[in-house]
């Protein structure tokens, strides 16, 4: 087991408000999370904002607003077609003037209350709001669709290394891991900062840059010795890991391991860990999450931290004062 678990808050206190906003991130800070997770995508204009896409319908009130209808396009990203909004179509001026709203209003319809109060927030933001917390709280974040973003002039790397040095957060102890699906983009990223990278794989699929035939085949002994010559870890899709040996053996090969994501909707949920109430209806999520705490995780990604916090209270005993 290890000895104290990571919670890491995706997006922010997700599940209780509208995700990758400060209000998600700062109540994420309140219940305990060590660290806040913001998903980076570039304006035109370079600069590094927090959305889970950077097709932004789903998350913003863009469709409402009558002077951007023009750019609502369609867009082929890591292989799919896609219609909506693209925020590497807008200056971080014009996206500062949209308002979040909640992705899953019918899984979360409380999280609706809060449409409307939030601008997208920029890493710096992000960074800032991390470093006024009373205690140490880092960032996690991760790097989406980076060969796209490359093909299309605007390559996240060298931006989000340089926030990092401007803050002081490029070096191996910085309370900071980078996380992305390709490969390609960290082993870019192992020659220019000194900060952990964690390979992020799912159950099904591959790296949309091509580099390996499989998320599958980067989790087998071998891949996972490929991944320790450029990764401090592994950030696995859940379902990967129980009945199987993926955390001894990424264990064996050097390797952290922080699965994702642990939500308390019916819906995701495991099923022995499942309530009634429908699909939106809450089950027993910190039960689940001390299940994983107890196959020997390093840390854990999860819309609801202070189910995380009060699941790792209970599993793992608090470090005792010297």
């Known amino acids: 087991m290890a000895a104290r678990p990571i919670v890491i808050a995706h997006r922010g206190a997700s599940g209780e408000r509208p995700e990758h906003t400060l209000l998600a991130y700062s109540l994420a800070i309140e219940q305990g999370a060590d660290f ?11 600069e590094l904002v927090a959305r889970h896409e950077n097709e932004i319908s789903g998350t913003t009130d863009v469709a409402a607003h009558p002077e951007f209808a023009a750019r609502k396009t369609t867009k082929t990203i890591d292989g799919a077609k896609v219609t909506g909004w693209f925020t590497e179509d807008f200056t971080l001026a014009e996206l500062k003037t949209l308002r979040a709203k909640e992705r899953l209003p019918q899984l979360r319809p409380g999280n609706t209350k809060y449409d409307g109060q939030a601008e997208i927030p920029t890493l710096e933001e992000i960074i800032a709001l991390a470093k006024a917390a009373k205690r140490r709280v880092g960032i996690y974040p991760e790097t989406k669709h980076p060969s796209y973003f490359a093909s299309i002039g605007l390559p996240l790397e060298a931006t ?6 401007e803050a002081g957060w490029d070096h191996a102890d910085a309370p900071v891991f980078i ?62 890991l129980p009945d199987t040996s993926l955390v001894a053996d990424a264990h064996a090969a050097g390797l952290k391991v922080h699965p994702w994501t642990f939500r308390a909707e019916n819906y995701f949920l495991l099923p022995a860990y499942r309530a009634t109430g ?34 790792r209270a209970a599993s793992v005993p ?3 004062p010297r």
């Open 36 to 46: 806040i997770e913001p998903d980076l995508v570039p304006t035109k204009d370079g």
């Open 179 to 240: 996380q992305s699906f390709e490969v390609a983009n960290l082993k870019k990223l192992k020659g220019m900062t000194r900060v952990p990278l964690i390979q992020l794989m799912a159950a099904s699929g591959a790296p949309a840059d091509g580099t390996e035939p499989s998320d599958a085949a980067m989790a087998t002994p071998e891949g996972l010795k490929r991944i320790a010559d450029y990764a401090a870890g592994i950030g696995p899709e859940r379902a990967m």
């Open 318 to 320: 608090a470090p005792q």
């Open 160 to 165: 989000l290394v340089a926030k990092l040095r």
């Open 278 to 311: 429908g699909p939106a209806g809450h089950g027993r999520l910190t039960e689940e999450i001390a299940y994983f705490i107890g196959l020997g995780v390093d840390g854990v990604f999860s819309d609801y931290p202070y189910a995380a916090v009060s699941a």
